[in-house]
T-cell receptor, first 114, second 118 residues
Framework: EAQVTQNPRYLITVTGKKLTVTCSQN?????MSWYRQDPGLGLRQIYY???????DKGDVPEGYKVSRKEKRNFPLILESPSPNQTSLYFC?????????????FGDGTRLSIL | AQSVTQLDSQVPVFEEAPVELRCNYS??????LFWYVQYPNQGLQLLLK??????LVKGINGFEAEFNKSQTSFHLRKPSVHISDTAEYFC????????????????FGKGTKLSVKP
């Protein structure tokens, strides 16, 4: 089954403790992206990647890092999480950087930073 | 800079009534436009997209949207809604580049919660 898998689905942690949210897709997609969803703000893009070893900042990259060493994986790293990063995070992928291909979304990761 | 405005944060309707969810965008260049739906505790699914050609776009689950360049709008419509259409709907836009591709960053509106009552 074609899917985008995020782990963990839920995480409660404390300020400053480094964490990584993994994202993996099994569709051989070149394009991957991370979003955060906050009430009343919709989805905002954090980072995206057009292909392996190619990443770019989205609209809200501060406090986040990403890497794209393999095509299937696109982890989101919070080096020193803060409470304002408490949010619902979605990973997405599509067949190419050409956005006319639909993005496939994971089921989300809910992070709570205390 | 491009932006997307969804004019209604919540839309309550009765089952079998028609519905229109409004979306306006601003951009100085050509755009691709999308509507996504998010059911509770799930990720987003693509409903429909406008890339070029006919301004009336049909999507899944009986939804359609009309691109109006002069009004910079891309409103989503369904002639008769079902309880199962209760969800949050997001309009999104991305810039069209010269070669036909995009910048790769999708700008979302803040969402409209559609609540269908029996």
């Amino acid at each position: 089954e074609a899917q985008v898998t995020q782990n963990p689905r839920y995480l409660i942690t404390v300020t400053g403790k480094k964490l990584t949210v993994t994202c993996s897709q099994n569709m051989n997609h070149e394009y991957m992206s991370w979003y955060r969803q906050d009430p009343g703000l919709g989805l905002r893009q954090i980072y995206y990647s057009m292909n392996v070893e190619v990443t770019d900042k989205g609209d809200v990259p501060e406090g986040y890092k990403v890497s794209r060493k393999e095509k299937r994986n696109f982890p989101l790293i919070l080096e020193s999480p803060s409470p304002n990063q408490t949010s619902l995070y979605f990973c997405a992928s599509s067949t190419s950087g050409n956005i006319n291909q639909p993005q496939h979304f994971g089921d989300g990761t809910r992070l709570s930073i205390l | 800079a491009q932006s997307v405005t969804q004019l209604d944060s919540q839309v309550p309707v009765f089952e079998e009534a028609p519905v229109e969810l409004r979306c306006n965008y601003s951009s100085s260049v050509s755009v691709y436009l999308f509507w996504y739906v998010q059911y509770p505790n799930q990720g987003l699914q693509l409903l429909l997209k406008y890339l070029s050609g006919s301004t009336l776009v049909k999507g899944i689950n009986g939804f359609e949207a009309e691109f109006n360049k002069s009004q910079t709008s891309f409103h989503l419509r369904k002639p008769s809604v079902h309880i199962s259409d209760t969800a949050e709907y997001f309009c999104a836009v991305t810039h069209l580049l010269n070669y036909g591709g995009s910048q790769g960053n999708l700008i979302f509106g803040k969402g409209t919660k559609l609540s269908v009552k029996p």
